[in-house]
């Protein structure tokens, strides 16, 4: 008897041995359970029903698949996370992974996994002090696992699916005024990388990006800073990686001020690399330590950032990435087209680029409202 990739085998006088398909494992082998029944056939058939029913819905443990959900996020990483996402994405889940699902969930079985389970995981993370927004990330990693476990059908539904997230604030942009700008440079002068902070505002580069930036990027001639690549923490590590989307690899106009700038810099980062000697590593970069080495941001931050908005009288809730919201808040106060921003930003979109810098608007709409009025009535 053939039902529904389910048989019947009769092994004996009152002996059979029904056999059900269950579809496939993480590495592609077809998976099966095989139960022996004794009694009459009609005790076959009802065992085969319920087996069907018990595998649609998900609940059957089968022979060589991951039992527990710690072992089934061990495959997923290796057999369709690693092949799918880039390098730092999937060491970033497996830290993921490491850090916060295994102790909590490792050793629940993942056909019993409930969404209470998971909400009740939730909570306890933000009861530990972890924020909204990495417990969402969490749940972004988790929900991506177990929507797998369905295509492979090893869950019958996805938990996840049925959670309650918590609340994430979206953090109001903080731009600078340009007396504030001022202020800052002033506050910098004399600091080894002042120049990275001018080069922030200036270019509206993300840090990652600037930070990753190789003089083969810059065209001092003609005034234009390629973009080509990220450097990013991956666990204690600095990696070089490639940008997010099409549209970060662009092309950004230099300032005029700024190549000037940049010239000096280089002379003087040649004489580092003479005083460093042999220990310095020829990276080409930029923007780099005293033995040319890349430049971690929270240093950059701890180091020279924060105690330059100190002396310059300015909030320490300033952060480095608010650099780049100055420099598209002062171009859309200065009339900038938003599709114009976009490029020069790397937005995807120029509708991304109005409700990220929305707050510039107010502006935007009195120097419109002057201009109709002039235009209309002189």
């Known amino acids: 008897m053939t039902r529904r990739a389910g048989r019947i085998e009769q092994r004996g006088e009152r002996t059979y041995r029904v056999v059900l398909y269950v579809g496939t494992d993480a590495h592609g ?21 319920q087996l069907l029913v018990e595998r649609d819905r998900g609940l059957l443990p089968t022979e060589g698949a991951p039992k527990t959900v710690g072992e089934y996020l061990e495959a ?56 909204a927004r990495t417990v969402r990330y969490v749940h972004s990693v988790l929900h991506s696992a177990l929507k797998q476990a369905v295509k492979w059908r090893m869950l019958a539904l996805n938990p996840s699916d049925a959670v309650e997230l918590p609340h994430q604030e979206r953090r109001e942009q903080r731009a600078l005024s340009r007396e504030e700008v001022r202020l800052l440079l002033e506050a910098l002068e004399g600091d080894p990388y002042a120049l990275i902070f001018e080069f922030a ?28 690549r990220a450097l990013v923490p991956v666990g204690r590590e600095l990696v070089f990686a490639e940008p997010k989307t099409a ?12 190549v000037p700038k940049l010239r000096a810099y280089r002379r003087v980062q040649a004489e580092r690399r003479l005083a460093a000697g042999p220990l310095w590593e020829d990276n080409d970069l930029v923007f780099s330590d005293e033995r040319g080495r890349p430049l971690r941001e929270r240093n950059l931050v701890l180091r020279h950032f924060k105690p330059a908005l100190r002396r310059a009288g300015l909030p320490e809730s300033i952060r480095l990435y608010d650099l780049r919201h100055t420099c598209a808040t002062l171009l859309a106060e200065a009339g900038v087209p938003p599709r114009v921003i976009a490029a020069w930003l790397g937005h995807a979109t120029p509708s991304m680029t109005l409700d990220v810098y929305s707050h510039a608007l107010p502006s935007m709409m009195t120097e419109a409202t002057r201009a109709l009025e002039f235009a209309l009535y002189g």
């Not at 290796?78 to 970033?92: G, H, I, L």
């Not at 549209?247 to 700024?258: C, D, E």
């Open 76 to 131: 997923w990483l290796e057999q369709a996370a690693k092949v799918r996402v880039r390098e730092r994405t999937y060491r970033s889940y497996r830290e993921i992974v490491e850090r916060y699902v295994l102790p909590e969930l490792g050793r629940a079985r993942l056909q019993k996994l409930s969404p209470l389970d998971l909400q009740r995981f939730y909570n306890r993370l933000l009861e530990r002090g972890l924020s």
């Open 29 to 49: 082998k077809r998976r099966y359970i095989r139960k022996t029944v004794r009694g009459t056939k009609k005790d076959a058939e009802a065992v085969l029903n």
């Open 201 to 228: 505002v200036d270019t509206g580069m993300r840090p990652g990006e600037y930070l990753a930036l190789r003089w083969r990027d810059l065209d001092l001639e003609k005034g234009e800073a390629h973009v080509q």
């Open 247 to 258: 549209g970060a690899r662009r092309s950004v106009p230099l300032l005029n001020g700024l």
